[in-house]
């Protein structure tokens, strides 16, 4: 199977990074296709902690090609930053490893001021974003008067855009950050963002010949299914779309040359910031998982709101994403806990439904129905084979898989890349 897409299920945070890593090894090159430096994926080499917000998890391997697609929305100072951590910790990043699309669209500094000041206004009614500037610049992006990264080029291009661009930004801003729209100063970073000129590329083109002449391609999704635009828990969502539909159009290649669709699941739910979460634990419960689990966002440190894994929720996401496989993680947070519950349905107004409402407030109203499974007592990090799992373990992923509507190709036990399980003879490239 010449290409793999790898997209998480829940409110992001599933484990994306190490499963790319993972994946990485039998890969020939790595897409990046959407989002911004609001995602953090955190991948782990041996006692080395990496968290990449731009760059594909790709990168960690010294003989891959990633490339950062169109549907990535890039801060250039972010990812000027990012390629300078990796350089001093030994990584090698060059325009021969890493490409960025020429058509992924620049966060400015008065998207990042845009976001806060309408996170500030907005007060309890907040949507509660991690203030990168991600949501004013896909909103510009859709308006028509974005900056595409391609016009780092040419300095009478950049400041054509740029003028345009910040037409009916000046006076929102020019009170209360008027740095962020001052057309000397952004000119002025323009000489330092076009550091990133040699790594400017048609990656669509770069993508297709790599497919082309039969190399495997991994498609590295970002964030969630459930904070999809149009799909996910609107509006407490992300600004594109964060399931399969993005890769499409993040990455101008056609849902016939995706041959495989891996889904990443938690073993029990997460989310950061605000919107409708029906399993919440906010008690000792909650806690537990939290800390076990290091639930703190790596973009942002914020604690992670934890609970119950949601079958509803995460099988809506399995469905419109159309998972061939699931990778379920995070599995060894849940021994020590003497019984486990897992959500097969809501109560909705004295009706049980099974599939996720569309509105956000019915979503918020609905009381989950849980089904309790024995839990494990032993820790489970370094077990190799699914047959070394405690039985308890070993009937609640049967359970989840039953329930879920797609195989479990693979079981994450442990933050390291070599801390997998491949259930079966098959893995995720080759399939059942």
Same mark, same amino acid.
């Given at each position: ?21 993972? !994946? ?54 972010? !990812? ?14 060059? *325009? ?5 699309? $020429? ?30 500037? +991600? ?29 345009? =661009? !910040?037409?009916?930004? &000046? ?7 008027? $740095? ?9 970073? !323009? ?23 039969? @190399? ?7 964030? %969630? ?29 056609? *849902? ?37 689990? $290091? ?26 994403? %159309? +998972? ?43 009381? *989950?129905?849980? @089904? ?6 032993? *820790? +489970? ?10 039985? =308890? ?14 195989? +479990? &190709? ?14 079966? @003879? ?7």
């Amino acid at each position: 199977m010449p290409s793999l897409a790898v997209v998480g299920l829940q409110w992001g945070d599933e484990g994306k990074g190490k499963v790319v890593d993972a !994946l990485t090894a039998e890969a020939d090159l790595v897409c990046r296709y959407g989002g911004g430096a609001n995602a953090g994926h955190t991948v782990c080499v041996g006692s080395e902690r990496f968290v990449l917000h731009l760059v594909p998890s790709g990168i960690l391997h010294p003989d891959k090609r990633c490339v950062i697609g169109n549907g990535v929305v890039v801060d250039p100072d972010g !990812l000027l930053g990012e390629l300078q951590a990796l350089r001093e910790r030994g990584i090698a990043v060059s *325009p021969e490893r890493l490409a960025l699309s $020429e058509r992924a669209h620049l966060v400015m500094p008065y998207h990042v001021a845009l976001d806060r000041l309408r996170e500030e206004r907005a007060g309890a009614q907040r949507l509660g974003t991690t203030g990168r500037g +991600i949501g004013p610049c896909y909103t510009d992006k859709t308006a028509r008067v974005g900056i595409h990264a391609g016009a780092l080029r040419d300095r009478a291009r950049f400041e054509r855009r740029l003028q345009a =661009a !910040l037409r009916d930004k &000046a006076e929102l801003l020019g009170r209360v950050a008027p $740095e962020a729209v001052d057309p000397a100063r952004l000119l002025a970073a !323009l000489d330092r963002w076009q550091q990133l000129v040699p790594y400017l590329a048609d990656t669509v083109a770069l993508v297709h010949q790599a497919l082309d002449a039969g @190399e495997r391609v991994l498609f590295e999704g970002a964030q %969630g299914a459930l904070l999809d635009v149009d799909l996910g828990t609107y509006p407490y969502v992300t600004s594109c779309n964060a399931g399969i539909g993005g890769l499409c159009a993040g990455t101008g290649v056609p *849902p016939n040359r995706v041959d495989r669709v891996l889904g990443v699941a938690k073993a029990y739910m997460t989310r950061v910031g605000r919107g409708p979460m029906p399993t919440e634990l906010p008690d000792r419960t909650g806690a537990a998982l939290r800390e076990r689990g $290091e639930e703190y966002g790596a973009t942002t440190g914020r604690p992670r709101r934890c609970g119950w894994l949601d079958l509803v929720a995460t099988r809506h996401a399995v469905r419109f994403c %159309g +998972i061939d496989a699931v990778c379920l993680t995070k599995l060894d947070v849940l021994s020590g806990f003497s019984e486990i519950r897992v959500a097969v349905a809501y109560r909705l107004g004295g009706r049980v439904i099974e599939t996720m409402p569309a509105d956000a407030e019915e979503l918020a109203a609905c009381e *989950p129905v849980y @089904e309790t499974l024995a839990g494990w007592a032993e *820790p +489970i990090a370094e077990v190799t084979r699914e047959e070394e799992l405690p039985p =308890a373990a070993r009937d609640y992923v049967a359970f989840v898989e039953a329930r879920l509507g797609a195989r +479990i &190709a693979w079981l994450s036990v442990g933050r390291r890349r070599d801390q997998l399980i491949c259930r079966g @003879e098959a893995g995720p490239w080759t399939g059942a």
